[in-house]
Antibody, heavy 117, light 106 residues
Framework: EVQLVESGGGLVQPGRSLKVSCAASGFTFSNYAMHWLRQVPTKGLEWVASISPSGGGTYYRDSVKGRFTISRHNAISTLYLQMDSLRSEDTATYYC??????????WGQGVMVTGSS | EIVLTQSPTTIGASPGEKVTITCRATSSVSYIYWYQQKPGASPKPWIYDTSKLASGVPNRFSGSGSGTSYSLTINTMETEDAATYYCQQWSSSPWTFGGGTKLELK
């Protein structure tokens, strides 16, 4: 059974950093691209970043480019999102997800990140 | 960026009623994907490639459309269908979602 479990969320002052993780199991992690998405109650769902199976290719939405870094450690089946220079508008529930022909098919339970003083 | 606009934003339906949710794109997309989300849960893939039902999705659901206009239809509303539905496109980066349609039970 595919499982994605996020961790590391919390309350962070604007301008500070936070790193969230996603532990994957139930599939061969190193074979799959992985994604981070976020959900803000007033703004719906947003794709944030993606990474290729090897980690050699990374892709970001414009609003996080230069501030967020997606990475992965295939040996321990873990995905990361390093968030620097956090802004209040980054406040959201962050999900890691896989994709297939179904779209974003497996999602974690989400981790809350709050950028506030 | 392709913007997806869903309508209505909220809709109430009684059991047995037919429900249609639309998703309009600012540019043509090849396919639309639909997700169902219930309170406190993560989104689930629901309809893919515009009209194919994900595993376990009841066949009272259907999807259709092309170009910039797509829809999700429930032939006969059931209690368990109350949820928020989102459309999404993979045609052009950044991958974008519609704002969601909250389907309530009347």
């Amino acid at each position: 059974e595919v499982q994605l479990v996020e961790s590391g969320g919390g309350l962070v002052q604007p301008g500070r950093s936070l790193k969230v993780s996603c532990a994957a199991s139930g599939f061969t992690f190193s074979n799959y691209a992985m994604h981070w998405l976020r959900q803000v109650p007033t703004k719906g769902l947003e794709w944030v970043a993606s990474i290729s199976p090897s980690g050699g290719g990374t892709y970001y939405r414009d609003s996080v480019k230069g501030r967020f870094t997606i990475s992965r450690h295939n040996a321990i089946s873990t995905l990361y999102l390093q968030m620097d220079s956090l802004r209040s508008e980054d406040t959201a529930t962050y999900y890691c997800a896989t994709h297939s022909e179904l779209g974003f098919d497996y999602w974690g339970q989400g981790v809350m990140v709050t950028g506030s003083s | 960026e392709i913007v997806l606009t869903q309508s209505p934003t909220t809709i109430g339906a009684s059991p047995g009623e037919k429900v249609t949710i639309t998703c309009r794109a600012t540019s043509s997309v090849s396919y639309i994907y639909w997700y169902q989300q219930k309170p406190g849960a993560s989104p689930k893939p629901w309809i893919y490639d515009t009209s194919k039902l994900a595993s376990g999705v009841p066949n009272r659901f259907s999807g259709s459309g092309s170009g910039t206009s797509y829809s999700l239809t429930i032939n006969t509303m059931e209690t368990e269908d109350a949820a928020t539905y989102y459309c999404q496109q993979w045609s052009s980066s950044p991958w974008t979602f519609g704002g969601g349609t909250k389907l309530e039970l009347k």
